[in-house]
């Protein structure tokens, strides 16, 4: 009798494709070179920083001190860009301050091992939970073998590695709609 466990996110899956576990979140690693950046109203590329943040805070928090709100607690993810040891961040969290005439702004983040009383974590844990095991696709359908596998020029592996990763996103957007 096999009674060994056969979970989705627990056995190496014999599915063509990747697949997303727990586990593999740990392997999950952004290339060096990549910034993330969001567009402006004219569709230019700017990185997101701490200054960005505050700018799309600020119209935010001077309609809630016009009704009379005048204490902010940020919750932050402690990441480069809201590092609380960060001399930029609290420069430009004390301009925050003094801009928006705050009579507290509180920003805290939760050390790793404390992710459980975290409500940003809970918030996701749902997301978490409906994307695991989902199963991406490697390769173009009907195109074998994978973009990195093909005597192709890296320009062509290049947009090919691109149309394989829209179509994965396309698929876990399909899959969270679905969810919601």
């Known amino acids: 009798m096999d009674d060994s466990p056969n ?15 727990p586990i593999s979140y740990m392997f999950l690693e952004k290339d060096p070179a990549s910034v993330i950046t969001h567009q402006d109203k004219l569709g230019r590329e700017h990185p997101l920083t701490i200054q960005t943040h505050v700018n799309d805070l600020v119209p935010l928090l001077m309609r809630k001190v016009s009704e ?23 420069f430009y969290l004390a301009r925050l301050f003094k801009y928006c005439n705050l009579d507290l702004l509180c920003s805290t ?7 459980a009383y975290n409500p940003i974590e809970h918030l996701w844990a749902p997301l978490s939970k409906k994307l695991t095991s989902a199963i991406l696709p490697d ?9 990195g596998k093909q005597n192709i020029s890296a320009q062509e592996r290049t947009a090919k590695d ?19």
């Open 7 to 21: 979970h989705p996110d627990h056995d190496f899956s014999t599915a063509a494709g990747y697949k997303i576990s």
């Open 109 to 115: 983040s939760y050390a790793p091992g404390q992710s």
């Open 162 to 180: 691109q149309e394989v990763l829209d179509l994965a996103i396309g698929i876990l957007r399909e899959r969270l709609l679905k969810w919601t």
């Open 68 to 90: 009379g709100k005048t204490v902010t607690i940020l919750i932050v993810d402690g990441g480069p860009d809201w590092n609380p040891r960060s001399c930029a961040v609290l």
């Open 139 to 147: 390769h173009l359908e009907g195109e074998l073998p994978l973009p």
